[in-house]
């Protein structure tokens, strides 16, 4: 017996064991990215793969230019301005600059082109240039900060408020990781915005009061021009800023084997390493960012459309009582690399418990949630993989049984019979009634009997 006992013992001390030893699966090892927030989007799916608050309201800098481009894009798609546009630059742009900001030493009475000032604000960061084009879409500065407010409305930005174009510091001027990440996916859409804030180093040419300039981009990830250690071989843009109060600032997006992350870091530091070499981690956490993005997640086919999901039962039809569903479309979602498709849950939400005939092929019939440990990865329509005719005998009956089950035809059913019974009883008791007393009433005799004769 104590044999026995000391076994059995023995094996659950094992099965515990084992129990901790069981990998945690389907989450992949947080990278801890050092910056005040963070954020890593699958571009094609628009999965977050990586947040830190990412809903926290930050100071942006310079990142503040890509709206200036969104709004200055918009207005060359709306035809109010074009890229070849020669523009006069005015005094007033020129104000409230901080002089040791970013700048391409654009001054007063300079005649240059759109195209050209978008790679001065999107290349080297220029102050100045933001308020050019500011003036040019909007008429004035304050005019365009308005608008900047209400396209951050409109593209559901609510964790932001602009108090100029170009990111200098300002206790009202402050965004989010996530709210940054909508301003500049929409701003993707152009593809001049892309092929600028890619460019590595471009000329500027002469112009009527400066000889040709020559820029060179602050984005180390895609150049070593100004700073070694930091490039990224599959980065593409997008942005930079910095000032002491925001701390170092990156939005960028890299491209590998198909598959198209986009990162927010904000707030990141300036550090010395223990070799004495300085380290800007805006640029050294948005390269691990994108590293642990692309290793650990991969993108996989997660329902066929041929699938069959589920048997709906139908009603009104003597061709058959049921018919199968199917999705809408063949569905790909990023997963961690150590989730089976298979493993994911499955919630049916159908229109209805019981579908009413006649139904054609490809009705939708409900929905299909695939979800796993709390998060969403898609959402898919399911249609009806066959016809189903309908009896019109039963659809008939059901339409009368339909009629009369809602409420107001009942109401008024009750109210009908109520009606009837009161004229019935009405009839029965009440003209009895008067009835009877008209029979007790004897016939009235005069009591003048006349003269005999």
Same mark, same amino acid.
């Given at each position: 017996? %104590? ?82 546009? #020669? ?5 007033? /742009? ?74 200098? @510091? ?41 000889? *040709? ?25 997008? #942005? ?7 701390? @170092? ?49 991969? %993108? ?9 999901? #589920? ?6 039809? %003597? ?6 569903? @199917? ?17 994911? *849950? ?31 990865? /898609? ?57 009877? #007393? ?5 016939? @009235? ?9």
């Amino acid at each position: 017996m %104590k044999i026995r006992r000391i076994l059995s013992i023995f094996l659950l001390c094992v099965l515990m064991t084992s129990l901790f030893l069981i990998p945690q699966a389907y989450a992949a090892d947080d990278p801890n990215i050092a910056a005040k927030a963070a954020l890593l989007i699958e571009e094609d799916t628009g999965t977050v793969l990586y947040g830190k608050n990412e809903h926290t309201r930050e100071y942006p800098a310079s990142i503040t230019k890509i709206m200036t481009a969104l709004l200055t894009l918009e207005a060359i798609d709306r035809g109010e301005l074009s890229l070849d546009q #020669k523009v006069t630059v005015k005094a007033s /742009a020129l104000e409230n600059l901080d002089e040791d900001g970013s700048s391409a030493g654009i001054v007063a009475g300079e005649v240059m082109t759109v195209d050209d000032i978008l790679h001065c604000m999107l290349i080297v960061s220029a102050n100045e240039a933001c308020n050019i084009l500011a003036e040019e879409v909007s008429g004035s500065v304050s005019a365009f900060v308005d608008l900047m407010n209400q396209r951050a409305g409109e593209l559901g930005c609510t964790d932001t408020h602009f108090a100029n174009p170009n990111g200098l @510091h300002d206790v009202n001027h402050y965004t989010s990781a996530w709210d940054i990440y909508l301003i500049a996916q929409e701003c993707m859409k152009h593809d001049t915005f892309m092929t600028i804030c890619n460019t590595i180093a471009y000329n500027v040419p002469a112009t009527n009061l400066s000889e *040709e300039r020559e820029l060179h981009t602050t984005n180390s990830l895609i150049s070593t021009w100004r700073a070694t250690g930091y490039y990224y071989d599959d980065a593409r843009g997008i #942005k930079t800023g910095s000032t002491p109060e925001a701390g @170092h600032c990156l939005v960028s997006s890299a491209v590998r084997s198909g598959r198209t992350l986009i990162s927010v870091v904000l707030g990141a530091e300036e550090v010395t390493l223990p070799g004495g070499d300085i380290q800007v981690q805006s640029f050294s956490e948005t390269s691990r960012l994108f590293d642990w993005g692309f290793d650990n997640f991969s %993108k996989k086919i997660i329902i066929e459309d041929t699938d069959t999901v #589920k048997e709906v039962p139908v009603a009104l039809s %003597k061709e058959t009582n049921y018919v199968v569903v @199917h999705p809408q479309t063949t569905t790909s979602a990023v997963l961690p690399n150590d989730l089976d498709p298979a493993d994911l *849950e499955r919630t049916i939400t159908l229109t209805s418990e019981t579908a009413n005939a006649p139904i054609a092929e490809g009705d939708v019939l409900g929905e299909l949630t695939l979800s796993y440990d709390g998060v969403t990865y /898609a959402t898919v329509p399911l249609l009806a993989m066959n016809s189903v005719s309908a009896s019109r005998f039963l659809q008939a009956q059901y339409a009368i049984t339909t009629f009369f089950s809602r409420t107001i035809v009942k109401i008024a059913v009750v109210l009908l019979a109520l009606l009837i019974i009161a004229f019935v009883v009405y009839n029965r008791f009440f003209r009895r009634n008067r009835h009877y #007393k008209n029979a007790n009433v004897r016939p @009235h005799r005069s009591s003048y009997r006349g003269r005999r004769r």
